[in-house]
């Protein structure tokens, strides 16, 4: 089994900065890309950031300038570090990760269980 659990959500005021942590564990033979994606109240889920195993990056728009994605192969975690944080960011954020098992030979997506960011004052 392969679970990703994600961390580091919370309240934050607008300007302020949090940092998210989605870390994979299980039944783990090699990892691709990785992502988070947010899904606010009414709103489809959205890309926000995605990473390739060498480490190029892709950003939203709305979020370039801001938001950081980086990772640790090692490890098997994804951070996203969000800097500046608007109201408009408040959303639910999951991390996502393309997986191969152990004695598997195809690559399956998974997906965290989404932890709440909320901007506000």
């Known amino acids: 089994q392969v679970q990703l659990v994600e961390s580091g959500g919370g309240l934050v005021q607008p300007g302020g900065s949090l940092r998210l942590s989605c870390a994979a564990s299980?039944?783990?033979?090699?990892?691709?890309?990785m992502g988070w994606y947010r899904q606010a109240p009414g709103k489809q889920r959205e890309l926000v950031a995605a990473?390739?195993?060498?480490?190029?990056?892709n950003y939203a728009d709305a979020v370039k300038g801001r938001f950081t994605i980086s990772r640790d192969n090692a490890k098997n975690t994804v951070y996203l570090q969000m800097n500046s944080l608007k109201p408009e960011d408040t959303a639910i954020y999951y991390c996502?990760?393309?997986?191969?098992?152990?004695?598997?030979?195809?690559?399956?997506?998974?997906w965290g269980q989404g932890t709440q960011v909320t901007v506000s004052s």
């Open positions: 990473i390739t195993r060498d480490g190029s990056t």
């Open positions: 996502n990760a393309r997986i191969l098992k152990r004695g598997s030979v195809k690559w399956n997506d998974y």
């Open positions: 299980g039944s783990i033979f090699s990892m691709n890309d």
